[in-house]
Nanobody, 123 residues
Framework: QVALVESGGGLAQPGDSLKLSCAASGGRLEYYATGWFHQAPGKEREQVSCISRRDGPIHYIDSVMGRFTISRDNAKNTVYLQMNDLQLEDTAKYYC????????????????WGQGTQVTVSA
């Protein structure tokens, strides 16, 4: 059973950068598709980015294209989300999720979830 722990959130100003980490235990994350999702108060959870297993295809939503980068460090069993040029609308709780078989955008199809890390962008 893979357990996921997110870290790296915090308070940032517009234009700042943050790097989120999703560290796994109980399994090798490289064999799982891993997605980053965010959920702002009053809004639905939305996938921000996803990396398929074994460094397969990568997906970003339009609003973060060119600003966010998802990556893996297999030696550290961790998936990262580098967030540059943060905007007010990036404020949300960010979750990572993993699944052995599903690499799409539907959160309910992911089996394993972390507890989330809060990102707050404020001027």
């Amino acid at each position: 059973q893979v357990a996921l722990v997110e870290s790296g959130g915090g308070l940032a100003q517009p234009g700042d950068s943050l790097k989120l980490s999703c560290a796994a235990s109980g399994g090798r994350l490289e064999y799982y598709a891993t997605g980053w999702f965010h959920q702002a108060p009053g809004k639905e959870r939305e996938q921000v980015s996803c990396i398929s297993r074994r460094d397969g295809p990568i997906h970003y939503i339009d609003s973060v294209m060119g600003r966010f980068t998802i990556s893996r460090d297999n030696a550290k069993n961790t998936v990262y989300l580098q967030m540059n040029d943060l905007q007010l609308e990036d404020t949300a709780k960010y979750y990572c999720a993993a699944d052995e078989n599903y690499a799409g955008t539907m959160g309910q199809r992911y089996t394993h979830w972390g507890q989330g890390t809060q990102v707050t962008v404020s001027a």
